[in-house]
């Protein structure tokens, strides 16, 4: 892989914090590129050595990964969005599922994930080596933050370029495991290794980062139940459902309400409103954020990368752009979500025309909405999952916690939770409350499941079904120009 990151190769960005918009106080994830160091001096202060932290972070939070891009791409090759203006430029040919390796998308996402592992692996190495800088607890936090955000980074790679673990346990190929810095050209040329080789590797990270990582942190950094919370999100998609058992049964209780006992104090709002609106738009203190990117005016995703610019209306001063609208086919006519009298969540749509938008994500440009990362309620729905079969009386019980806290008087049909239905029940809740963040297609993937066919006014996309052609994006053509041992899938 050729390096891609915005700078001389021999030279490390200094980060340098900036100010919430919104607050006078410091952000450990506001930061921009100030000025630029020689790579030998860019960990020579436990200043620069924070600020090379600051700039994994910065890396991930790119609107073109998880500032924003990532997040939509995989909700829009789903079915619960229909395209509103065929614009190449914001996803069209992933919506219809027509892209290529020189695709924008493709290449662009791959760049900037890559980036972002390539920082994580100068850090990791860059503290190692100036450890003595820094007290042992601190050292050991930063390579573990380091780590975490590697993990992050490899598992964002094989929701788009790979194959899904259920296809054959793993043996596909997957993506290009680059786990040393590259300063110069001489490691390009890298071979994929297999999906399982991949996702053994993250698991290695977040395992050897958990008891590093602090227990407690604002929620715009890795902590230790941040860790835990993403390993269920992890195992779900290799279908270890035990495992996903084990590693919520540190975060989750066993009866509710459910929360955290040790760590960060995790556990559902009461309101989704204080979720949306509250922990997304300029602070990170719900008690159900695990971990979010935070934005500012100076640390913007780019206007054409940020969640409210795809999904909101252009009217009423929220500025967004109408790019995409909520089917009126898909979860959006669920039965059970159908009313916004009686279930908190169709508050945070609107009808502009004759259509529905996610107003979830509401800052007008510059779009600084805080990006979610990991909720509480995903983890007490990957737990419901994952404990179907063996525990349904608290599968349930998460099921109902996720459900009630937006719809207090709602009570699920008794045939929604007989044993032949409860893991749908599970599947339909997870679209209506992550809608909007980035879990459909990856959600689609990990089940063995079709992409269905999807159709407005402005053009159509068809049926994908499972593992055949478009079903994941092809390796990006920047990666095969420069790298001699890759294949295509």
Known sequence: MKIRLNQNIKYLFLAVPLLFATSCKKDFLNTAPDTSLPIE?????????????????AGVKSGQFYGGRYL???????EDFIVNKPNGVTGLDTWRFNVTSGTNEVVNLWGNIYTAVNRANLVIEGVNANASLLTPALA???????????????YGLLQLYAKPYITDNGASLGVPLRLKGEKDLTGNDLKRSTVAEVYAQILKDLNEAEPDLALTLTATRASRNTAIAFKTRVYLSMNNLLAVVTEANKIVTATAPFSATTGAPLKLEASIANVFGGAYTGNAT??????????????APGTQNQLAYYYNVSTNGAGGNEEYFLNPTGIFANAAFAAASTDARKGLTTVSGSNTYLTKFK???????????????????????????TDPVRSIALLNAVR???????????????????????????RIELLGEGFRSPDIMRLGLGFPAKSGT???????????????WPISSTEIQNNKLIVQN
């Open 41 to 57: 001096d860019a960990f020579s202060t436990p200043d620069r050595i924070l600020s090379q932290v600051n700039g994994i972070y």
């Open 458 to 472: 402005q053009g159509t996309a068809p049926a994908i079904p499972f593992n055949t052609a478009g079903y994941i």
């Open 404 to 430: 009630q806290r937006s719809n207090p008087g709602y009570v699920f049909p008794a045939a929604d939770l007989l044993p032949a239905n409860l893991k749908n029940t599970i599947l339909a809740e997870r």
């Open 72 to 78: 939509i791409y995989n909700d829009i090759r789903g």
């Open 286 to 299: 719900a008690t159900e954020v695990a971990l979010t990117f935070p934005m500012a005016d100076l640390d």
């Open 363 to 389: 800052k007008p440009s510059p779009y600084t909405d805080y990006v979610p990362v990991i909720r509480y309620a995903e983890v007490l729905l990957n737990l419901a999952e994952a404990t179907v079969v």
């Open 140 to 154: 050991k936090q930063y390579v573990a933050e380091a780590k975490f955000l590697r993990a992050f980074c490899y």
